[in-house]
């Protein structure tokens, strides 16, 4: 909570102190400008800014601007203010602090040793030791100009605050929505037809077919990429014509500005510098939203990888503004002709820095190469997004607006603090490996799954659907590396078991294939490991009067321990409350019992009704096997576990090493589970499934809300919601109401 509050507050502080200049500047500086043309009888010490410090050090040329300024203010440049900009500036600039009734002394005491050169034909312009009236014709265009210059910089500081303030808001709104309907308030109003039209139309559905699964574009696999649902898009067009509104309106030239020249080079500076400070206020959403530590996901109850999704596209607006940014200022340095001698300077320089990390990021973010190499998409991306902030940081350290670069910065440290925070909580500890590997008569041998076990400190809260990032302290295992994983606690299931946590590893290409290849080859049956966490949106099933929970494969844990957790509850609720939960578990062959046998056989006499299929495995191999643990095998008695294990399976000459203190058998497990579970062949079907579960609602008496929990292969999840979204659509939702709560995460 701390540091939640503390990231917003940084938020807010930008917001509140980011520059604003256009109105009490604009008639300063015209005075001050002016003042320039003169030549005073004042020799400035050589360290310092002539500008500035002739302005505020001597006395007539003080007097002058001070003149100059009330003789022009009006109600948009208001004398005071004026005044108050140039003390400011003197002080930070000018190496003197003046108060305002000091100036406004100085100002009337000009009057009376005024000379205007305008009625005097022989006036000496040099050595000047009084003060001067300015050509007030010449300060009002130059104000004029400076006016719009100034207004424009403001403009953009103002715009990309109305962004940030989209988000706010926007992410509010869609949190109140999640929240009154994740916590049953307002029940009746849920059922709404209206509001489950929009749920169907807008909320639930995947912009094409697919949302989690990545897409293709004409089937070629660079083409490749993750896209938004329905209402992300939404969100995110609204967002993108924002900016393209805010970047391309309100523009004010004139004829011929005294500071740009032609209404082109005015284009060119403003839209330059519109970009530029835009892009700059985009920069703390994009280390908001992709950091781990966010405390956005809270409030709106939206979980990571939508922000991820939001993260990725403000990256992008952000990186055409810059582009846009860079190129208007290029062509306007071009056309004034100091092109050639900005490229020796070192904001220049650093801005091109900037922009270059900025479209290598681009590049190397694409999806084709973030799903191939992830880890080094992310060590790039790290290292790329820091150079590029540090180059932003020294483009402007002398004009002003790095109070953003550092809020910026701000809030990254404080998301890897906190981090560190998390991993520091949890403490090291020793995590037992367990490899689980299919069964030798099945058709997919290569599907192995690795256990996890993790000793859980006593203050250390997990909630359902939660995730942790797990870090195996061993050089073979990439010590460097972080990846997420959805935990089992082993404190949701009945009485009291020893506090652990549980994660049931699926093996790809990368650590995943490490970790399994090192327990494979070294015989290691535990490691030291670091866990950071509890991270994840909350999903609160507890609230629900039915709960459906369908899974795929090695998705199990989160809808597991909502099930599991519904269920050590129940003992604290009255029968009214009393929940309906039906687990749906697709799994290829039965040998997914080896590791979820322990905690499946929790659900016996429960009100959780358990279904399995089985989609690619053969279940009368199961059946004839299920009298006993003898070598009658068709199911060969192979894996098994009740401790500690490890099995060594070295498929070319079948030799098995193993260590294990108690030995059920497949068959065995699935005998046991027979007398609760229903196990099918055959993929489920998610629909039929659905409308069995609505007709019962709808015959109900009274109100029924259903917590439909998904998680498993990307597809699988992708069809349910658009399945869910379908069943919303067909409006005949009378007497129930379907949430659907999606565990799967990818990004
Ligand atoms: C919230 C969440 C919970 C998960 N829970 C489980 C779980 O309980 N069991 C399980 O088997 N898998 C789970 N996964 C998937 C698991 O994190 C990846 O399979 C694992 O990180 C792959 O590591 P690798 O180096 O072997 O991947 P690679 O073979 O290099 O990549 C395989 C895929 O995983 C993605 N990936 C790789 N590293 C990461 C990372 N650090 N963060 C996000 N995605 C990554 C890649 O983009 C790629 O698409 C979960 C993923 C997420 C996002
Ligand atoms: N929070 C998270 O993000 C999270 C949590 C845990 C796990 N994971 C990840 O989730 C993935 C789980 O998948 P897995 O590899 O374990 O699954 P899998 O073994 O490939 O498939 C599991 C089961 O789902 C069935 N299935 C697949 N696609 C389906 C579809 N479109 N409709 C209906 N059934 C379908 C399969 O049937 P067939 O045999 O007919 O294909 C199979 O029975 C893993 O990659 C894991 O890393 C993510």
């Not at 540091?3 to 502080?13: D, G, K, M, P, R």
């Not at 904001?347 to 992830?374: N, P, T």
Request: overall charge neutral; glycine content about 4%; charged content about 15%.
């Amino acid at each position: 909570m701390l540091i939640t509050s503390l990231l917003v507050l940084i938020l807010f502080n930008v917001l509140a102190t980011a520059k604003i200049f256009a109105k009490p500047s604009s008639l300063m500086f015209s005075c001050l400008t002016a003042s320039q043309e003169f030549q005073y009888d004042f020799v400035p010490p050589p360290d310092v800014i002539p500008f500035w410090y002739i302005a505020c050090n001597y006395e007539p040329a003080l007097g002058s601007i001070v003149f100059c300024m009330d003789s022009n203010a009006d109600s948009i440049c208001p004398f005071s203010n004026s005044l108050e900009v140039l003390a400011l500036g003197c002080q930070t600039q000018g190496d003197r602090t003046l108060t305002q009734t000091y100036l406004m002394e100085s100002g009337k005491n000009a009057t009376k040793y005024m000379k205007n050169p305008a009625s005097d034909p022989d006036f000496n312009f040099t050595q000047l030791t009084t003060p001067i009236m300015f050509n007030m014709s010449e300060v009002v265009n130059k104000k004029d100009a400076y006016y719009n210059f100034f207004d424009n910089l403001d403009d953009s500081t103002k715009f990309g605050d109305f962004t940030i303030i989209y988000w706010g808001v926007l992410l509010i709104l869609i949190g109140l929505f999640n929240h009154i309907s994740a916590h049953n308030y307002l029940k009746s109003i849920s059922l709404n037809s209206r509001l489950n039209q929009w749920k169907a139309l807008v909320v639930l559905p995947t912009l094409s077919s697919y949302h989690l699964n990545p897409a293709r574009f004409r089937g070629i696999a660079f083409f490749e990429a993750l896209l938004p649902l329905r209402q992300e898009t939404f969100v995110l067009i609204a967002y993108i014509l924002l900016c393209v509104y805010y970047t391309t309106s309100n523009y004010k030239v004139i004829a011929n500005s005294p500071l740009f020249g032609s209404p082109y080079r005015q284009y060119l500076r403003f839209i330059s510098d519109r970009t530029g400070i835009f892009a700059f206020t985009q920069l703390p959403l994009l280390i908001l939203f992709g950091g781990r530590n966010n405390i956005l996901m809270t409030i709106s109850g939206l979980p990571f990888n939508t922000f991820i999704i939001f993260h990725k596209w403000i990256s992008r607006v952000m990186m055409l503004c810059a582009v846009v940014h860079a190129h208007q200022f290029v062509i306007y340095l071009e056309a004034t002709g100091t092109f050639r001698r900005s490229l020796g300077e070192l904001y220049f320089q650093f801005g091109e820095l900037a922009l270059l990390c900025c479209l290598l990021i681009m590049v190397q973010s694409v999806f084709y190469f973030r799903k191939r190499c992830y880890e080094l998409f992310l060590v790039l991306h790290i290292f790329l997004a820091f150079i590029f902030l540090v180059g932003c940081y020294f483009h402007v350290s002398k004009i002003g607006y790095s109070e953003w670069i550092l809020a910026t910065l701000g809030l990254w440290i404080l998301d890897r603090v906190w981090r560190f925070v998390n991993i520091y909580r949890y403490g090291v500890q020793t995590a037992q490996l367990t490899v689980f590997h299919p069964h030798s008569t099945d058709s997919n041998r290569e599907d192995p799954t690795v256990k996890v076990s993790i000793p859980k400190p006593a203050t250390w809260k997990s909630y359902p659907g939660c995730f942790v990032y797990l870090y195996f302290l061993d050089p073979h295992l990439k010590f460097w590396e972080s990846h997420p994983f959805t935990i089992y606690d082993s404190t949701d299931q009945f009485g009291d078991p020893t506090p652990m946590i549980n994660i049931y590893i699926k093996p790809k290409c990368g650590t995943t294939k490490a970790i399994y290849d090192q327990i494979m080859s070294r015989d290691i049956t535990g490691v030291k490991v670091l866990v950071e966490g509890p991270y994840g949106h909350r999903a609160h099933t507890e609230n629900y009067d039915q709960l459906l929970l369908f899974v795929g494969g090695n998705g199990i844990p989160g809808p597991f321990s909502h099930a599991a957790r519904s269920v050590s509850a129940l003992p604290y609720k009255d029968v009214e409350s009393f929940k309906k939960v039906e687990l749906v578990w697709s799994i290829k062959t039965l040998s997914a019992l080896n590791w979820f046998y322990d905690e499946l056989i929790q659900l016996k006499d429960t009100n959780v009704s358990v279904t399995v299929y089985v989609t690619r495995g053969d279940l009368s191999l199961a059946d004839d096997d299920n009298s006993s643990t003898s070598s009658n095998n068709n199911i060969e008695p192979e894996i098994l576990t009740e401790t500690s294990h490890l099995l060594k399976d070295d498929t070319n000459n079948k030799s098995k090493k193993r260590e294990v203190s108690s030995i059920i058998t497949i068959a065995e497990k699935f005998h046991n589970l027979s007398k609760f579970v229903t196990f099918i062949r055959g993929r489920p079907n998610f629909e039929k499934k659905l409308d069995q579960v609505i007709n019962e609602c709808s015959q109900a008496s009274k109100i029924t809300t259903i917590g439909l929990v998904a998680c498993g292969p990307s597809l699988m999840c992708d069809n349910i919601r658009n399945l869910v979204a379908h069943r919303l659509s067909r409006n005949d939702t009378g007497k129930f109401r379907i949430d659907l709560l999606e565990e799967l995460q990818v990004w």
